[in-house]
């Protein structure tokens, strides 16, 4: 049990720092203006995950 622990958070640390250096190569020529912008036209509120769930669960049932 402590050995798939280990290997879980290598797996989950490797997978981070591929996924920090990929999007530091993808996004180094867009300024911080620019990601700021993206996030705030991307970020769910908290109505928006409501509805979904809601939505999820209607189709489910």
Known sequence: MKR????????VWV???????IGEKA?????A???KKWL???IATC???RTVVAAVGEAKS
């Open 4 to 11: 798939h622990r280990f290997l879980l958070a290598v797996v």
């Open 27 to 31: 996004h180094a020529d867009v300024s």
């Open 47 to 49: 109505a928006d995950v």
């Open 15 to 21: 997978g981070f720092g591929l996924v920090c250096l």
């Open 33 to 35: 203006a620019a990601v």
């Open 40 to 42: 705030r036209e991307h």
